[in-house]
């Protein structure tokens, strides 16, 4: 119950104007990864029933044939692609298959994601934690939106970017793959975003917090924390679709980057404490 009432203070939801939503999305063709569960999935349903292309991307053949049989008595169209963007080859031939389809793609939905936690200690020999998370979740999104730049302009528009709250706070311990991975593409997005809007294609960043998706499972699945459902996160990912503006926030966000300049060097110190004393 606690946790139902914190979801709600903390994460806010509100409503999309569908109508607005289905003039924007009429006949445009949406690209979207990680597309067979948790947010991409739920984006998926949350447009099933608008003018739309819909191009699902993901590893898991079964399920995206699954959404693709849900979806023959809905209005929009779906192609779905099985391929595991962390590897170059299957990224590669994505994006010729992409090509091949008789329509442009329009908007790019970055959604796709590795997470982990685990010590740098516990990491010595285990350089393709970094690697296997940059792959995915800095190379993959990059290596699309430039082949999506070059070979789809001037149809493509839009690049909506499934960020995390945390890259634009304090660092956290155990977290430095993931978070150092997420970090480098929202900020070769942020970088590039003057260049891609003065070539009319709009850049949205979502930083979301702790949604509630099988990513999270190993590591929150015996803690009682306040989520964000992946129903919500689809409505904002909604929103940013409608509106197009460069960044949505947690409300609290600003506050916890504030908090993050004025108390880093305590935030550190109270780490350093809490690691010393735990591995006594």
Known sequence: MLNKLASRLLFPCLP???????????NKTVLITGASYGIGEALAYALADLPVRLILVARTQEKLQQIQSDFTARKADCQTFAADLSKPDEC????????ALPYPVDIFVNNAGKSIRRPLMASLDRLHDAERTMSLNYFAPVRLCLHLLKGHRPRFTHIVNVSAANVLLAPTPHWAAYQASKTAFDQWLRCGEPELRAGDVRVSSVY???VGTRMIEPTYANRSVPVLPVEKAANILCRALLTQKSAFKPWWLPLGQLCSVLFNSPWRR???RYLK????
Do not use: Y
Not at 92 to 99: G, N, V
């Open 92 to 99: 590669q031939t994505l994006a010729e298959a992409i090509d």
């Open 277 to 280: 004393a735990s591995t006594k």
């Open 270 to 272: 109270g780490w350093i």
């Open 208 to 210: 979301f917090p702790l």
């Open 16 to 26: 999309v104007d569908k109508s607005a939503l289905r003039r924007r999305l009429k």
